[in-house]
Each structure stands twice: as C-alpha cells, then as structure tokens.
C-alpha cells in the first residue's frame, strides 16, 4: 500500500511535451549515446595504441610513457571515484599505492609469494586502512578541507613509516626485487611488451567499473551526497556508508596499481609510493580531465604524463622545475578552467550523459 | 488546556534541549494525530526548528524522547528516520543541484517501480516537462516543490514541512496547499512549521503553539486563535 | 637524563609553531580557506632572512620588519590576485590553488637556490645561557621571548584596534560587516597579509637555529594546521597553548623514542585529534562543511 498522492489536478500549462513522453530513467544510454561518428574513431585510437607494441623498431621508451600513461589514469580514475563522484578530495592518495606495493613486494621478497597473489592482498589491506581512516572521519563529520588535511596527515604518516620501520619496510633505501627472467607466475615477463598489455588491461577494467559505478543506484548516491549531504541523509541514505564503500574500492584499485608497479619497475622505495607528489599528481590528472567524468582522469594523463616525461628530460639539470610546472598548471586549472577538460562538455545534456559528467 | 489526541502517530514527550547555557527547549509534549494536518507555530526563536531537528534524528534531546507509530526512534539517525517513514523538508530547501529534475527523485528508488512513482510524483508537483532540466536551473518555488516530490519518494508515513509557504508567491502557495490537503486525503499525515497564519488556519486541523521553547496550547485553529495569550504572543511578530 | 633541555627546545619549538599557526588561524578564521600554503611561505620567508643577510650582512633580528613587511605585501598579493579570484567558486578550486601555490613557491627556492642547507647566524645566537638548570642558546630565547610579545601584539590588534575590530567582524559575519560599511575584500587581502606577516616574523626567529632548505617550512606548515585544530579555530592564546605542548610532546618524543618517528607520532596525534575534537580545546566549534 502506498500513501501516494491521488490523481492530480493537471499541472498549469503543460503541453504534451517530449519530456513527458520519453520513459524517465537512471541511466540513460550512457556511452552508445555518443554514436558511432565518435565511437567509431575511439575503438580506432584503442586498437592502434595496442598495436604499438607490435610496430617494429618501435623505441620501448615510448611504450613506456604509455604505460605511465595508463597506470596514471588507473589512479586518477580511482580517485575521480571518490573526488569526482563523492566529492572527498583527498590528497593522500599515494597512501594507497604505497600500501598496494610493499604489501606485495615484501609477501614476494620475504615470504616468496606470487605478486598475483600479493596484488588481492594488498588491495585488502588498502581497502582496510580506508576504512579505518574513513570511519571515524565520516561518522564524526570531517569533510571538505578538513577531510583533505586529514588525508595528507595520513600521507605523511605512510612515508614517515615507510621510511621510519625499517625492520620491515627496508626504509628509506627501498625494497629491489630480485629480477627472475621471465616468470609470469611471479608477475614478471622478460618481454617488456607484456608489462604494456597488463597495465592497459588493468586500465579497461578500471574505467569500466568506473562507468559502471558512475550508472549504478550507488553511484548516483555519492552524486547526491556530493551536493547535499543533509539532503541525501534526509533521503534515507547512509551517508557514511556510501563514502566508506567508495573510499574503499578506490584505496583497493590504487592498491593494485601499486603492485604493478613494483612489478614493472622492479624496485620501490617510500618516496615513490607513498610521496606527496604522486598523491599530488594522482589529483592533477583527474582534475585536468575532469574530474567528475570515469573518462576524465584517461584525459588528464594522456596529456600531463607526456608533458612530464619531456620537461623531465629537457630539464633533467634543474631539479624541481617539473614541480614548479605541475603547481602553475594546478593554480591556472582552478582559476580558468576547474572542471577540467571534459568539464567543458558539462553544458550540453547529451555530452553530459555519454562522459558521466 | 491541551486534550490528549486520539491515536496519535507522533507523540513527543518531554523533550528538552539546552545549547551551552541557552534553554532551547522544555519539556514538550506533543502529539500529532494520525491523517491530520497539524501546525506548529510559534514567533522566531521559539524552538520550532530545534523541534523539528530532535523529531527527525538531526539533533539529539537532553531529555525526553520522540516515539513514532509506537517506535522510539532514540539514537536514530537522520537516515535511519527517514527509512521509518518520517521525513522533513527544510526550511532552506535541499535538493540535489548538479543532477536533474527526474534524477533528483530517481536516485530514491530504482527500477521501473520507481520510475513509475517519480513520473506521478513529477506530474503531482507539475515538473514533470522539467525532467530533463538541471535541477540548479529550476525557481526557487519550483525548488521547494522539487524537494516535496523528493520527500514523497520515500513514501512517508508522516510529512514534516519546515515553512513550506516561505518565500513563494500566492498563486503557487495556493497550488502547495492543495496538494498538501490532497496527500492528507491519501492517508498522510502532516505536521508543519509555518509563520502565514491565515493559510496555516484554512489547512490544519489542529495548532500548536510553542513560545520559549515550551507548548502553550494545542487546539482548533480557531479556539487557538481566539486565545488571549496566544494573541499576544503574536502581536508584532 | 636530558628531559628539562628536550622540554626548554620544546618550548622554544613551540613558540615558532605559534606564530605560523597564529597566521593559519587568522586566515582560516577570516576568509575561511585552508592555506595549504603556509609551509611554503615560511621557505620563502626563511631564504628571504638568508638573502637579506647574504646581501647586506645583517643580523636576522634587525631585518626582521623588513621581511615581514615583503611577506605582508606578499600576503596581500597572493589574497587578491589567487584566491580572492576563486573564493566565490567551489571548495576544491580553493583547496587546490593553494596546494598550487604550495607547490611552486617551495620548488622555485629548489629551482633558485638548490637543495643545499644555507644557514643564517646572528651575533650572539650562539651563546647558551643556563637558567634554573637548563641549557638554551640565545636564539631559542630570543624565539620564545620575539614569539611571546608577537601573539601578544597580534592580540591586542585583533581587539583593540579598529582594523582589528573589522578583521574580527568579517570573521564572524561577513555579511552584516559588509552592511556596516567594511570592505570585506579589503579586510580578506588584509587578514592575508596579517597572517603572512607573522610567518615573515617566525622566519625571522628560526632562520638563527634551522637549517634553511627548500623542504624547511613544510613539517612547520603541517604542525601549525595541528595547532590550529587542538587550540581551536579564533583563539589566539589557545593556539598558542596548543603551539607549545605540540613543540614539547614532539621534541621529547624525538629524544625519547626516535627523531624520524616523532613526525609520524604527532601526524598521528593530528588525525586523532582531528576525528575526537574537531572543536579544539579553546575555540568555537569549528564548522566542518
């Protein structure tokens, strides 16, 4: 039994109108709405970038931006879920990342576990740290800025004890892994063309949960109580859970690219994983492509981490000069353009549905 | 001075409320008939917001307690509230801003069952041509009519509005008292906070008035009304 | 064991964490931002005491209004021309154009002046004076005394003053303040400029016992938000409080237990703190939306 409102007196002046007639639904057509004048060239871009790895003579160095490029976006997406979606921007993020990596690495260097197996424990163990972080933070209402504090605290408080506990971490010299040739049951391939399809699968996957995530009842619960958490709680959602759930999965999925690149790059140490710049650059990439879209942090990486890699070499004698860079950029975004890339697009509806902005 | 109400849904007994050394509220004891429309008034000041905040979890007493349909709802959560079928508007309406007209209702309730509600529910508030719109786009009256859509989602048992009238002009304030009377006609009950005593008087079927944080009387509109004391708490304000 | 000494260089931590949370207060109380910034501007402040002295060999104490005069005017800049220009938007554009900021202030003093330690002295920095069984450099007791008076002007500015009064109005409610006739970009730019001017002086107290370096203010910046949330946001004397017990809790930590262990302890303090108090022990609740 519903206490619904009975049949109404007609609204003031309405005409039958398109809007009354199309079916009112969640989700919309989402990504096939683009059509295939877009679609078509996309698939296009997709499989030539797959197909660089087979392009004969090609420098591995390309191939690596490119990797760089696709695990960038696997974590800004992660964090778009969370800053974009949830609206918790945190700068900690690289917290996540660093767990994900020395989870793995030292089940594999101590305990010579397989990183496939390293990987889901890490992601757990990430997935756990947001939750104990996020719950007291979210049921005693720590948000906005406040919640951006404590997630830099938190950032600090990784790398101080990556660097500090050194009986288990290594410290500060960091933790090589032994290099095994080809051992795809140890996560390591001795064709370096592999590592490319892995991180590109990973990417897939990512932006597909995150898309999904983006159409899903649970994603629009974040959206709602991005806008209005009183509103939302008013409305039956349990605010505090949904941010959990999201801090979560997004921790889980920063876990894994963590793994992977302690796979790849066969050595971590805490300022790599756990730094403040990487936290830093995780949000750079989902805010200059727009944060609030599952496509925007591809974006933002596609452009940012070529850029990087070229004033890394054509500055390689000034150190810091790349930060100096990345912070003017990060100044210039919210002055002129916050919203970030994609954001342009927010204006028009079909635009809107088809990136998830 | 205040016969007890038959069949209650809401009864709020000794409620109280401090802030630092400020006595919001005291000993309050109020009850809400089942399928009526009941106001709450009182001058600014008088505690009807805190009220309204203890009812719906948003705030919790320093004594007393809020029992809905026979449910305490002690230490519940606004959410929590909400899922039990009390829900509130806000004074300052609360809608979704970046999400459209229809997804402001559809995030509540999903499937086609859903969708099937948040279209009558659009027809209802007449928004329904708006579906498509970014709900930031919307008038200030069409954003207090959007959140009555929103809170109808949820199919509440009891209604509470927090100044549904405040701040739209009469023709459309005539329009919100229509649909009010009309959901009290499906079963609904509805308890509200309003400062137009003429509307609040040809809506309600009961007042109740609160002065300093404690009930001075409940009653007919008119027989409330008409009483000395009521009259001069409300003289210039 | 050496308890009192770690205790007195806590103290005299303290009275530096003081003054940079007292500009973080200032900002934070009166145009509502959190300045990811304030490490940053303590770097440049601290290469500012070094260039002052590397250019006219002056003693850190005198050139003390100078630098607080170019940080203030630096203050205003930032206030009118970066964040006066997002204030009206959305909070991640505030919260990430001071991390920007944050970002190219301490990598320009990298790009300019490298990552060596420089270090500034002053005459008779060095000396050690004992007193009631405790041994502190001078320049620790100049820090703690120089601290002392600051907060103590900055008190009475905040209260007794009628720009002050202005500052304290906007703070509390921008909108009636606007109604009285304040020019409330003005007291925003000036608040700013309040805030940056303190940091100017806290430079100039521990430029003599720090090493200066492009990462120097950074454990300084996120110390002072520290301060700020345990003594409470719009108390003056209550972040000054904090200020002192935060200084000593880490100093003793660090010669307790372990220097690098230290940071993360009181970072740890912080999150607790954070989550359990988010009122702080002096000031008003603090609104966290």
């Given amino acids: 039994m519903t206490a619904g409102p009975a049949r109404a007196a007609p609204p003031p002046s309405s ?17 096939s709405e683009a059509g295939p004048r877009v679609i078509g060239p996309a698939l296009l871009l997709l499989a030539a970038v797959a197909a660089l790895p087979l392009l004969p003579g090609i420098r591995f160095y390309y191939l690596q931006v490119v990797i760089l490029v696709f695990w960038f976006a696997v974590l800004g997406t992660s964090w778009s879920i969370i800053g974009g979606y949830g609206g918790m921007h945190s700068i900690g993020h690289a917290t996540f990342v660093g767990v994900g990596a020395y989870t793995s690495t030292l089940l594999y260097v101590d305990f010579h576990i397989s990183p496939w197996l390293g990987m889901p424990a890490g992601m757990a163990l990430a997935a756990l740290v947001a939750v104990v972080i996020g719950y007291p933070c979210f049921r005693f209402g720590i948000r906005g800025d406040y919640f951006a504090l404590v997630t830099v605290a938190l950032g600090q408080v990784g790398f101080e004890a990556a660097n500090g506990a050194a009986n288990i971490t290594k410290g500060a010299q960091g933790v090589p892994l032994p290099y095994a040739g080809n051992a795809p049951f140890a996560f390591q391939f001795a064709n370096r063309s592999v590592y490319f399809y892995v991180v590109m699968a990973l990417w897939l996957v990512v932006v597909a949960v995150a898309y999904r995530v983006r159409r899903s009842g649970f994603g629009f619960k974040l959206i709602a109580l991005r806008d209005d958490e009183v509103a939302a709680e008013r409305g ?3 605010v505090s859970r949904h941010k959990l759930l999201a801090l979560a999965l997004s921790a889980a999925i920063a876990a894994a690219a963590g793994t992977f690149y302690a796979q790849f790059f066969l050595f971590i140490d805490p300022g790599a994983v756990f730094g403040l710049t990487l936290s830093v650059q995780i949000v750079l990439m989902a805010v200059l492509g727009g944060m609030n879209s599952y496509l925007g942090a ?7 981490v070529p850029l990087s890699q070229w004033l890394t070499t054509r500055l390689s004698g000034v150190p810091g000069l790349d930060l100096v860079i990345y912070g003017a950029i990060l100044v210039a975004l919210m002055l002129y353009m916050p919203f970030g890339i994609l954001g342009l697009l927010r ?10 902005w | 001075m205040t016969e007890p109400v038959a069949d209650p849904i809401l009864a709020v007994r000794g409620v109280a409320k401090s802030f630092g050394g400020l006595r919001a509220l005291q000993d309050v004891h109020l009850e809400v008939a089942r399928g009526s429309i009941t106001g709450l008034i009182g001058p600014n000041g008088s505690g009807k917001s805190t009220l309204f ?3 719906t979890g948003y705030q919790s007493p320093d004594a007393g307690e809020v029992v809905f349909d026979g449910a305490s709802l002690r230490a519940l959560a606004p959410h929590q509230v909400s899922r039990q079928g009390l829900v509130r508007t806000f004074q300052l309406t609360r809608i979704f801003p970046t999400l459209t007209v229809a997804e402001n209702l559809l995030v509540f309730a999903d499937g086609a069952e859903g969708e099937g509600r948040a279209r009558e529910l659009l027809e209802f508030v007449g928004l329904l041509r708006l579906a498509d ?5 919307l008038s200030y009256g069409q954003q207090k009519l959007l959140e009555i859509a929103q809170v109808l989602m949820l199919q509440p048992r009891l209604l509470l509005l927090d100044e549904p009238l405040a701040g739209i002009n009469p023709g459309l304030a005539e329009e919100l008292l229509q649909r009010l009377r009309e959901l009290r006609d499906s079963g609904m009950t509805l308890l509200l906070v309003e400062h137009d005593l003429p509307a609040v008087t040809r809506l309600c079927d009961r007042l109740t008035v609160l002065d300093g944080g404690q009930i001075m009387l409940s009653g007919t509109p008119e027989a409330v009304l008409a009483d000395a004391g009521v009259k001069e708490v409300f003289l210039g304000g | 064991m050496q308890l009192p000494s770690a205790v007195a260089s806590g103290i005299a931590l303290g009275a530096i964490y003081a003054l940079v949370a007292a500009g973080l207060n200032l900002v934070f ?11 940053a501007l303590l770097t440049v402040a601290l290469y500012g005491v070094w260039l002052f002295q590397r250019a006219a060999g002056l003693d850190p104490y005198l050139t003390l209004p100078a630098v607080a005069a170019v940080m203030a005017g630096l203050g205003y800049l930032i206030q009118a021309g970066l964040i006066g220009r997002v204030l009206g938007k959305e909070r991640t554009s505030q919260l990430l154009i001071t991390f920007g900021l944050a970002m190219v202030l301490k990598n320009l003093c990298l790009v300019l002046w490298g990552a060596d330690n420089r270090s500034v002295t002053s005459r008779y920095g060095d000396r050690v004076l004992g007193f009631l069984g405790v041994r502190m450099t001078v320049a620790s007791v100049v820090a703690v005394a120089g601290s002392a008076l600051t907060v103590a002007f900055l008190y009475l500015f905040l209260h007794r003053t009628r720009a002050g009064t202005a500052i304290r109005a906007v703070a509390q409610q921008p909108d009636s303040a606007e109604l009285a006739g304040i020019n409330v970009r003005r007291v925003y730019a000036a608040a700013f400029a309040v805030g940056t001017a303190l940091i100017g002086v806290a430079a100039s107290l521990m430029a003599p016992i720090y090493p200066i370096h492009p990462g120097a203010g950074d454990s300084f910046g996120i110390m002072a938000f520290i301060v700020v949330i345990l003594g409470g946001l719009g108390s003056v004397f209550g972040a000054a409080l904090a200020a002192l017990l935060i200084g000593v809790l880490q100093n003793v930590f660090a010669t307790l237990v372990s220097v690098q262990l230290s940071t993360a302890f009181v970072f740890l303090v912080f999150i607790v703190a954070m989550i359990a108090r988010p009122s702080g022990i002096f000031g008003q609740k603090a609104r966290v939306a």
């Fill in chain 2, 133 to 137: 719109h970014e709900a930031a786009g």
């Fill in chain 1, 236 to 238: 039956g959602i349990d």
């Fill in chain 1, 15 to 31: 005409p039958a109108s398109p809007a009354a007639v199309r079916p009112l639904s969640l989700r919309g057509r989402g990504l």
């Fill in chain 2, 53 to 55: 905040d203890i009812i």
């Fill in chain 1, 347 to 356: 204006r028009s509806p079909h635009w809107r549905r088809v990136i998830g």
């Fill in chain 3, 29 to 39: 109380g009166v145009v509502k931002i959190i300045n990811f910034a304030q490490g």
């Fill in chain 1, 298 to 304: 591809t974006v933002g990486a596609a452009l940012l």
